[in-house]
């Protein structure tokens, strides 16, 4: 099985066939460039789907821009086999709470996605301070402002406001952004767009209106430009760069911070925070929810520890530095202190590190909760933590180095320092965890390679961990700490990855903005003109710390932008070969349905990634195998730009050659959360099951189809009239697959029980009537069934061709090849047995 994308053209190939467990994962995303040959119809009858109709003819006002905005298919043959026996199973679950669930929702955020945000106060006056000496109360103020107006401008009015309503269905994150634009205009680099992929209850696509022509014609741009795709994409996986960097940066910073009341008692201090952190990654294998729960009640005592901490010294000291709120302190303190001032800045945005959590981690809760948490328990607790500091300040300047354990009463200190360092491990483990989200969906999408993930929790999906990725994270961080020994240059390094992370949310919202929520042109460039300016100002205060310590996640993001955007380009060039050298119909009518060889018992599962025409891999098989089976399946599992894709709408079943073949294409769909963990004996029972169904509607279709030819026109306008208008849109322009015409025509069988039948009950009995051919098809299907299953995998080299530019060869021969040589291999990720699996070897020269 072969995980991957396609190449320029295949010149070679070398085949041999083993029986082996060794063969390699195929690419879970994968859909065909319709061209001229592919899309034409072809020689045996084809279920269309129930959409009905020739394209209407284009003209002025709504329905043209509805036209131009969703392609109408040429033709629907492929339909959901499972979804009739799902009553409303259409219907996105929605994520409405009562009010008690979403306080306690709102309860369990604290624990999840604002530990990091909730650290800060460990390190942020100590960093700014450290950069800027205090010499007056300008200072202080001026410095405690620009805290209080970053937390209200980026937190509070972008994310809460703002970002957490461009969610994708209710997830979240970098990659949701990404999916939620793809939805709407097609712009992935690979091309694995289905019209049936539409259909998808939680593709929930909203058409701009008609007086707003801005969406269609930015639509159409990304569509039109490749060099824009391209862009895109690598915006997106520099974010997502960031946010790995980000897993390394966060265990070091906060928990350096939060021991270093220690620093100066205790001997060792560096080897002991090595010890925290790897400790911190060895405990990740028990399961985000192990390590969460075990946690989760130490936030909320945190926050409560920050508030009146930070109210008592407010109280006690300096109530005087509630002044701040004028932000003319913030020109007073760049007056005075100019170019230190904005050296200052860099430590300024450390107070909204963790502000993507809020987003990223949206798919485990609600707008709502995450709204509630924030506006009413984590921005006054920070608020009043900074201006408690503030206050202390005023009175001892000397104090911040240490500011945070030196405000805390002496009494205190020791149940505050145990607090600390647990809320910082939790922090560090709600960054781990986003680390490992992220790196599943880049694998999802094809953009990294395939490495094992181990689900944690039987109940929540989301719950994952991958060995090797932690195993990175551990030895970085170690390393960082032991370099570095302190929290200046790790806050530089930990500041650009945040800002970085911010920036790419800020162009991706932008673009949801237009495209999408078609809100107004002057509002829409308000929100990257407000934010994206301040983000880019904090970004270039930060790069100027680049040689201490800013260097770091430049190069972090760099490395694993390169190994994903290679990965993602040595992909897509193996499929485009695939696409390009799959076998004609003309061929496969010519060899005839014997294929040219003996066809004996058996089901043979060929594993591929086109969803249409038959793969060049096919025709090894057929040279190498002195016979095939009598049932052939190409199965393709590919990734569609959703969250979750229900279980009833997984399958996509059609026929590949004429009915004596018996070759047929299964398409299975995932979205890019969703959990592939099937055993493969329920795999083979339920594909076996689904395709039993397929046969059976195709032969009814049939036969409706020739028993209710003189009754069409009737049933289309009665349909229409009880469907109403969504309905015939639905039906007429996208042209819904079978699945959905059945369904209208059962609900109109059933109106007709009630106030007289539509159709003649001659034709409704002859349409029941058992086909002596389908009893046949199912008969040799159960044939096969019983003499067993075989998995046909491909194991490929990809090879740059001789006179291939050297660039090309370096990253394909020698990078893409050392990726896909350590990379998870197929029958590991299946689970099939060894005995069961036949495999080819091909080399394709691209």
């Not at 009175?395 to 910082?424: C, E, H, K, M, N």
């Not at 960054?431 to 395939?450: D, E, H, N, W, Y």
């Not at 002195?626 to 399958?651: D, G, L, N, W």
């Not at 322009?733 to 699945?739: E, G, H, T, V, W």
């Amino acid at each position: 099985m072969e995980e991957g994308g396609g190449g320029d053209g295949i010149e070679e190939a070398s085949t041999s066939v083993s029986l082996s467990g060794g063969g390699e994962s195929r690419w879970v995303d994968g859909s065909e460039v319709e061209d001229s040959s592919e899309s034409a119809a072809p020689s045996w009858p084809v279920i269309d789907g129930g959409g009905g109709g020739g394209e209407a003819d284009r003209g002025d006002g709504y329905g043209y821009l509805r036209r131009r905005l969703v392609k109408n298919p040429r033709r629907v043959d492929s339909f959901d086999v499972e979804a009739m026996e799902i009553e409303g199973a259409r219907r996105h679950r929605s994520k409405d709470t009562s009010t008690w669930q979403t306080l306690a929702l709102a309860f369990q955020t604290l624990g999840v996605v604002y530990g990091d945000m909730g650290t800060s106060p460990l390190y942020v006056f100590s960093d700014v301070f450290s950069r800027v000496p205090i010499e007056s109360d300008v200072d202080v103020l001026g410095a405690l402002s620009l805290v209080m107006y970053t937390i209200a401008l980026i937190p509070l009015a972008k994310y809460v406001f703002v970002v957490l309503k461009a969610n994708d269905n209710g997830e979240g994150g970098t990659f949701a952004l990404y999916s939620l634009i793809c939805r709407y205009a097609d712009i992935s680099v690979l091309p694995n767009r289905q019209p049936a992929d539409e259909l998808i209850s939680s593709y929930r696509l909203k058409l701009p209106t008609p007086e707003l022509e801005r969406a269609l014609n930015i639509k159409e741009t990304l569509e039109r430009r490749s060099s824009l795709k391209t862009t895109l994409l690598l915006l997106v996986l520099m974010g997502t760069s960031m946010i790995i960097g980000d897993g390394i940066l966060t265990p070091a910073i906060s928990v350096m911070s939060a021991v270093s009341g220690l620093q100066g008692e205790l001997e060792g201090f560096g080897t002991s925070l090595c010890s925290f952190n790897a400790f911190l990654e060895r405990i990740q294998r028990f399961g985000t929810g192990k390590v969460g729960f075990l946690f989760a009640p130490i936030l909320a005592l945190w926050f409560f520890c920050l508030g009146s901490i930070g109210l008592y010294n407010l109280i006690k000291h300096d109530i005087t530095v509630l002044r701040a709120v004028n932000p003319a302190y913030i020109y007073y303190f760049f007056k005075k202190n100019s170019g230190l001032a904005w050296s200052a800045l860099g430590g300024c945005v450390l107070c909204i590190t963790g502000a993507e959590a809020m987003f990223a981690d949206l798919g485990h809760f609600t707008v709502r909760a995450i709204q509630v948490a924030f506006s009413c328990v984590v921005f006054p607790c920070l608020l009043l933590a900074y201006m408690g500091q503030a206050a202390y300040l005023m009175q001892y300047p000397g104090s911040a180095p240490r500011i945070f354990y030196d405000s805390v009463p002496r009494a205190l200190f020791w149940p505050v320092f145990v607090i600390a360092t647990l809320a910082a491990m939790i922090a560090s483990q709600a960054m781990i965890s986003a680390t490992f989200s992220c790196v599943k969906q880049s694998m999802a999408l094809g953009c990294f390679p395939r490495l094992k993930i181990v689900h944690t929790s039987r109940r929540l999906m989301g719950q994952i961990y991958i060995p090797i990725i932690n195993w990175f994270l551990m030895v970085m961080c170690v390393i960082v700490v032991a370099i570095f020994q302190g929290t200046t240059d790790i806050a530089n390094a930990y500041g650009i990855a945040e800002v970085g992370v911010m920036i790419v949310s800020t162009a991706l919202v932008t673009i949801v903005m237009l495209l999408i929520w078609q809100t107004n042109l002057s509002l829409a460039l308000c929100f990257p003109l407000i934010f994206g300016s301040v983000e880019l100002i904090y970004l270039c205060a930060i790069l100027s710390k680049i040689k201490q310590g800013g260097w770091l996640p430049l190069v972090f993001a760099f490395s694993f932008l390169c190994v994903m955007y290679t990965w993602n380009y040595g992909s897509v060039l193996k499929y485009q070969s695939e696409v390009r050298e799959k076998i004609s119909m003309d061929l496969m009518l010519e060899l005839g349905s014997t294929l040219g060889t003996v066809r004996v018992p058996g089901i043979g599962l060929l594993y591929n990634e086109l969803v249409q025409g038959i793969p060049s891999i096919f025709g090894q098989f057929l040279l190498s195998l002195p016979a095939i089976h009598s049932t052939i399946v190409f199965v393709c599992i590919k990734y569609v730009p959703v969250p979750v894709v229900p279980q009833e709408e997984r399958f996509l079943f059609r026929r590949a050659c004429p009915k004596d073949y018996h070759m047929f294409r299964c398409v299975a769909r995932y979205g890019y959360k969703d959990v592939r963990k099937e055993d493969h004996h329920a795999f083979e029972q339920l594909l076996v099951e689904s395709l039993e169904k397929f046969l059976r509607m195709e032969a009814e279709d049939i036969a409706l189809e020739n028993d209710l030819h003189d009754f069409e026109l009737d049933s289309v306008s009665v349909r229409s009239m009880d469907l109403g208008p969504a309905a015939r849109y639905r039906a007429d322009d996208l042209r819904a697959p079978l699945i959905q015409g059945r369904q209208f025509e059962e609900s109109d069988t059933s109106v007709s029980e009630e106030g007289g039948s539509m159709l003649p009950p001659s034709i409704m009995s002859s349409s029941l009537e058992e086909d002596p051919g389908l009893e046949y098809e199912l008969s040799a299907l159960r044939e096969a069934m019983d003499s067993g299953f075989t998995y046909l995998l491909a194991h490929g080299d990809v090879r740059a061709r001789k006179d291939s530019w050297f660039f090309k060869k370096l990253v394909i021969n020698y990078f893409y090849a050392f990726l896909r040589r350590n990379c998870r291999a197929g029958p590991a990720n299946m689970s099939v047995p060894h005995m069961n699996i036949l495999q080819v070897r091909i080399t394709y020269m691209v």
